[in-house]
């Protein structure tokens, strides 16, 4: 078995040990817990009222813009990484590349604020 | 004594070994951080905290209330998204897990030392997030769904500062490997906090947020969602996210302390020490850090979400940004 | 393909109706939720974190006081009134006691009315620390509570001490206070008056709650967290304040020194030096400021009453059975919470004809649909937080 | 310190400090003055009630808006002792009390109105914080503010019928349970009435 591929099934294993610890312990748990839902426990928490509506109701999700950033940022990360472990190699070429990298990052971001994105209107 | 090393070479016991390890470690890191939280807290507010299970300073307090959680009736709300709202703690879990691979608790003491060993615990600590605003979502209830909502702002927004905050680290190391970069701070004679304080910082902030503890703890906003995601939570699955949390606290100050306090190293060891002295180093210098986040959770009030927005884009990031440049250019030119 | 016009006409409109169909979400904050210091719903109507509106709905907590009060004694209307404003209870009783005592034309001992203003002042101290001990857990930090409220028990002990209750001292009887009263839970009993040690234990108190005050100061007003959170926010200027009849430490923070301690003769506060600490902008912060400002004013007036309480009776001579003549008489008073006032008319019996009690947080939480317009939610708490309301004051 | 014998029988010869500014109000706002207790109480007819409390506000410097309620002036009663007096005639009266915040001046405005069907005009214009007072006094009384934006019940739930503090409204509890308070000393009912409409 070569080394990369003990790597992903090391990581697999380990990912997969979280689910069957959650699925063990509350296995375990349901010898032990009593199971009696009546209508009232089963009603969604309101602050003691019925709901108003559905639980599924329509909300503005305001975040999806930081959404659309952080795709944008982290795709951009991910480019910055292979440069960082190289940096030294790439001398000042590398340096210079990456400063133009960033400062349009930086420019984006600048440009975002200045949109409007962090006003909650 | 050689039929045992003889059996852990072979990958699949080892391997089995390893998982029995971290099965155990976890509930048991969770365990000692929220006791220490408990006791901390009340130490911070005059308090004296659990006092009377299990005896002395009360200390089987959290098995008693595991014991307790594990007779909770599992309760699922009726308009819930029944597959998803069970699943939920299950991802999040399994992000916690997961990243115990990476963590070198001494020279040779590593689940899997991982050629890109940072980068695969940056990207595997978000797995958390879509466990969180499945939670939020599969609900149904209001104060779940903004909660779940104010996470996944939260975690997307404060997962880049944390990205960025290594990349200093990194190239100061020149790889991605966690050991390596242990290594490479025994190499230089000095832990990296000394030039990289900047991104120390940065990190410990996004870690905090990405952790939802106060004071970003809006996902949950107890004073005001009631519990967030968490409201509808009940029994054995509510205790999987606090399980998480806990364990959480633990590998994020564990990745911070490799990247920037000499993880396993203490100055002044040899190898040799070091190889059987390195966890008891690196669980000693992650619970300074754990004790930080403890203190910061009992002294600050909790920001507001389109601040903490603010905090992450107009000032972190460009930080972090500004971290690398700074940092790439010493070390090109020096 | 053969689509005519009219189905692609509709198809049209109805893709966009679909999409410009967006629906605000109707959330409840109470009756039971955290931080609505008692059974208070808002209905707040919101889109993701931004509330539009927010309808308040009270009377979870309706005790029809004002109807009781027409069937009962006077006395035993002291002991009902209490449990209005249970968190100053004992500051409840005066201005009701007063407004007896003035339709009976009644001279009070002066010994008693430095008793009376001790213990308003106490009463006063106590209900602000569980201000600032809830205030900040509203914004998330849980560490000041503690803090705060071992400061208060310290002067509940005290109060028990003089009137045997904590929350509910039901102390005051027309015409003075209630002889006998005397002896805490360890001290020796001295008939018919304050408890031994009980000027040098209360000088001890105000130099400790100065002492916590500074604490509070350094721990909340020097938080950056805080200060972005209150700064600002839930601003209320002085017009609306009194349209809506704001009262207390809330007016005073929008910027009116209007402090009815001053204006009113319901106890000697003539006779003290003190201030009216008064907030510049009418934000949370200064509705905050203003209430530590008043917990060191309130310590100032006690330490003048305690060197200035003269020797004397603790009651006047009253009938056995109380009759009030008829007539009608408001006496308001400056409690804790605001203004404080009972509208007495009396028909000549044992008990009032009819009783309207004006509560402070009434008429400070009736700003709430005013003050929660256009905000983000976790606003909503800091804004409601910051009036320091009890929801027994608002429903009665 | 309360007022004293001596205070009153002063107030009774020499003018009471505020009699002039009382009067002068009085005169503005077309209403009668009474000063008891030292407060001033002006009763205005029922068609002034708006303008008189604009008039406050605006030239009297009366700005903060202290409550306003009800008294219900009944001899046909439940709970309670009914009028005394048989002078009193039986009616609705409003009382609203506004104040300035600068001296301490306070004004107890009142109007009465038939018993029967208490109308009045609202004053939520002129004081916002009214709103809620008003709301208060019309489930609890049964007076119609005309004008106000949202007269729905205040603190009684929405089926609720009947209107609490009219002195014909029974108590409940006292019929099923007694209390040895004031009125109880007279005879309790045989059984409990089942025609209670807050039951």
């Known amino acids: 078995m070569s080394p990369y591929f003990e790597s992903y099934l090391t990581v697999g294993t380990f990912a997969a040990l979280g689910a069957v610890l959650v699925m063990v312990m509350l296995g375990v748990a349901s010898v032990l817990r009593p199971t009696n839902p009546t209508a009232a426990k089963r009603a969604t928490y309101e602050c003691g009222v019925d709901p108003v509506g559905s639980g599924w109701s329509q909300t503005y999700v305001r975040y999806y813009v930081f959404g659309l950033l952080f795709v944008i940022f982290d795709v951009e990360a991910v480019f910055i990484f292979p440069w960082a472990i190289a940096a030294e190699e790439l001398g000042v070429f590398g340096l210079v590349a990456m400063f133009l990298f960033i400062l349009t990052l930086l420019e984006g971001l600048a440009y975002a604020i200045k949109k409007g994105v962090l006003r909650w209107e | 004594m050689d039929v045992i090393v003889d059996l852990f070479s072979n990958f699949w016991v080892a391997l089995l070994g390893k998982i029995l390890l971290v099965a155990l470690m976890i509930p048991l890191v969770g365990m000692v951080i929220g006791f220490a939280e408990m006791k901390l807290s009340a130490k911070m507010q005059n308090r004296v905290g659990p006092y009377f299970a299990g005896g002395r300073w009360g200390w089987a307090q959290l098995i008693a209330d595991g014991v307790k959680f594990f007779q909770k009736e599992d309760l699922i709300p009726a308009d819930a998204d029944r597959p998803v709202f069970k699943t939920a703690p299950i991802w999040v879990l399994v992000g916690t897990v997961a990243l115990f691979v990476v963590i070198p608790f001494g020279p040779d003491l590593i689940f899997r030392d991982l050629s890109v060993g940072i980068f695969y615990a940056l990207a595997i600590s978000s797995i958390s997030t879509i466990g969180v605003l499945m939670a939020g979502w599969s609900s149904a209830n209001k104060y779940s769904l903004m909660g779940g909502l104010r996470a996944a702002g939260q975690l997307i927004a404060y997962e880049l500062p944390l990205v960025l905050a290594v990349v200093g680290s990194v190239i100061l190391a020149g790889t991605m490997s966690m050991t390596g970069i242990v290594e490479a701070q025994i190499e230089a004679g000095y832990p990296y906090i000394v030039v990289q304080f900047v991104g120390f910082g940065i990190f410990m902030v996004a870690a905090l947020a990405e952790l939802t503890r106060i004071p970003f703890d809006m996902p949950i906003a107890e004073s005001e969602l009631v519990m967030g995601y968490l409201t509808e939570y009940s029994g054995f699955r509510f205790l999987f996210f606090f399980l998480a949390e806990f364990a959480n606290m633990f590998t994020l100050s564990a990745i911070a302390v490799t990247l920037f306090l000499g993880g396993y190293w203490l100055p002044g060891l040899s190898e040799t020490q070091l190889a059987y002295l390195g966890p008891i180093i690196l669980i000693a210098k992650v619970f300074v850090l754990v004790f930080a986040m403890i203190w910061f959770r009992w002294t600050f009030p909790r920001f507001r979400e389109d601040q903490l927005q603010t905090l992450a884009w107009k000032w972190l990031i460009p930080l972090a940004l500004a971290n690398i440049l700074v940092t790439a250019t010493l070390k090109v030119v020096l | 393909m053969a689509i005519d016009q009219d189905t692609l006409r509709h198809m049209s409109e109805a893709s966009v109706s679909v999409e410009l169909e967006t629906q605000d979400m109707t959330l409840n904050i109470g009756p039971q939720h955290p931080s609505t210091h008692g059974v208070l719903r808002l209905v707040a109507t919101v889109d993701g974190e931004r509330v539009f509106g927010v309808r308040p709905v009270i009377g979870y907590m309706h005790r029809g006081y004002e109807k009781l009060s027409e069937v009962r ?43 009376r203003l001790i213990l308003t002042e106490m009463a006063r101290i106590s209900s602000h620390m569980v201000f600032m001990a809830s205030y900040p857990l509203e914004l998330g930090a849980a560490t000041p509570l503690f803090f705060a409220l071992r400061e208060r028990e310290r002067l509940l ?28 839970p360890t001290q020796k009993k001295t008939p018919q008056d304050l408890p031994a040690g009980f000027f040098e234990e209360t000088r001890e108190a105000m130099e400790r709650i100065r002492h916590a005050a500074d604490q509070l100061e350094d721990l909340i007003a020097g938080n950056e967290i805080i200060r972005a959170r209150t700064k600002g926010i839930g601003v209320i200027p002085p017009e609306v304040a009194v349209a809506y009849g704001l009262s207390g430490p809330n007016l005073r923070a929008s910027g009116v020194g209007f402090d009815l301690r001053k204006t009113e003769n319901y106890l000697p506060y003539h006779l003290f030096d003190f201030d009216i600490p008064t907030g510049e902008n009418g934000d949370c912060y200064d509705r905050w400021w203003v209430r530590l400002q008043e917990i060191r004013q309130s310590c100032r007036i006690i330490e003048q009453a305690i060197d200035g309480v003269p020797e004397g009776p603790l009651q006047a001579k009253v009938p056995k059975v109380i009759k009030v003549p008829a007539g009608e008489v408001y006496v308001r008073a400056e409690n804790p919470k605001g203004e404080m006032g009972y509208y007495l008319v009396s028909d000549g019996g044992q008990g009032p004809y009819r009783l309207k009690i004006r509560s402070a947080s009434f008429s400070n939480i009736s700003v709430l649909p005013w003050a929660l317009e256009n905000v983000l939610v976790p606003d909503i708490i800091a804004i409601m937080g910051s009036l320091d309301f009890v929801l027994g004051d608002v429903d009665r | 310190m309360t007022s004293s014998p001596s205070d009153t029988e002063q107030a009774e010869q020499v003018a009471h400090p505020l009699q002039d500014f009382a009067d002068e109000l009085a005169g503005a706002v077309g209403g009668t003055v009474e000063i008891a207790f030292d407060s001033v109480k002006v009763s205005v007819p029922a068609e002034n009630w708006v303008q008189a409390h604009l008039t406050a506000r605006d030239d009297y410097d009366l700005v903060f808006f202290s409550f306003l309620s009800a008294i219900d002036w009944a001899r046909d009663v439940a709970v309670g002792d009914p009028l005394a007096d048989e002078e009193v005639e039986e009616r609705i009266e409003v009382i609203s009390s506004v104040a300035d915040v600068s001296e301490g001046k306070r004004v107890t405005f009142s109007c009465d109105l038939d018993h029967a069907t208490p109308t009045i005009d609202s004053l939520v214009e002129v004081y916002a914080g009214a709103n809620w007072h008003e709301r208060e006094a019309a489930e609890m009384f049964g007076i119609d503010f005309r004008g106000h934006p949202d007269l729905t019940l205040l603190y009684l739930p929405d089926s609720f019928e009947g209107n609490p503090l009219r002195k014909s409204f029974p108590l409940l509890s006292r019929e099923v349970k007694p209390w040895p308070g004031k009125v109880d000393v007279e005879a309790m009912p045989e059984k409990p009435s089942t025609e209670n409409p807050g039951a």
């Open chain 3, 157 to 184: 002990d005290l109060l028990e001490g003089v009137t045997g209750g904590r929350f509910h001292p039901n102390f005051n009887r027309i015409g003075g206070v209630k002889p006998n009263a005397g002896a805490g």
């Open chain 3, 73 to 115: 004694t006077y006395p035993q209307i002291t002991a009902l009134i209490n449990r209005i404003d249970w968190v100053s209870g004992y500051a409840n009783e005066v201005p009701f006691i007063v407004a007896a005592e003035r339709l009976m034309e009644l001279e009070v001992p002066e010994r008693a009315q430095f008793i």
